[in-house]
């Protein structure tokens, strides 16, 4: 049995990742499919922390590409909880970038991933609530039945397209 509600900060989750040329484009910046990539995968470890069990993704939405990340740059992508429903946890995904020589940093994406805890055969399973602590994950907690309002519109309009 899983407990009654879980912090915000059991479920963050850090990577850090050196961008090498292989990871960009013509334009030396890296490519957005890649951090996508990056972003999809610490989501659901976020995700995993939280339900302590399997999880799928669900959606993306909000995904914005506020600068560019350069060759040689090191990125921090970072994800914690911030909202439930009965076994969907909304995530919410920062990347910030770093030159290393010169110390400047700056948030490059964000995003808001959903992901659906799943039971031993694939079926949807109750996860937790999540508890925010921190004054940036009660904001997000708190705006988040609207996105979760907005993305359940969405979907019911493209089944009706």
């Known amino acids: 049995m899983s407990p009654l509600s879980l912090p915000a900060s059991a479920s963050r989750t850090l990577m850090t990742q050196l961008i090498f040329p ?3 484009n013509p334009h030396d910046t890296m490519f957005g499919g890649k951090l996508m990539e990056y972003m999809d995968k610490v989501a659901a470890i976020a995700a995993m922390r ?3 069990g399997q999880v799928v993704t669900a959606s993306t ?3 914005d590409f506020l600068a560019p990340i350069r060759v040689g740059e090191v990125i921090e992508v970072e994800a914690f ?3 439930t429903n009965r076994s ?5 995904v920062s990347v ?3 030159n290393l020589f010169t110390g400047d940093r700056k948030k490059t994406v964000t ?3 959903t992901f659906v805890a799943l039971d031993g055969d694939g079926k949807p399973v109750q996860v937790p609530a999540v508890r925010p602590e921190s004054e940036e994950e009660i904001k997000l907690h708190a705006s988040a039945p609207e996105r979760h309002q907005l993305r359940m519109k969405r ?3 493209r089944r009706n397209d």
Do not use: P
């Open 96 to 98: 910030e970038s770093e």
């Open 22 to 24: 292989l990871d960009t």
């Open 50 to 52: 939280h339900a302590r």
């Open 61 to 63: 939405d909000s995904l």
């Open 111 to 113: 995003a808001f991933f």
């Open 81 to 83: 909880v911030t909202w």
């Open 88 to 92: 969907s946890m909304e995530i919410y």
């Open 155 to 157: 979907k019911q309009d």
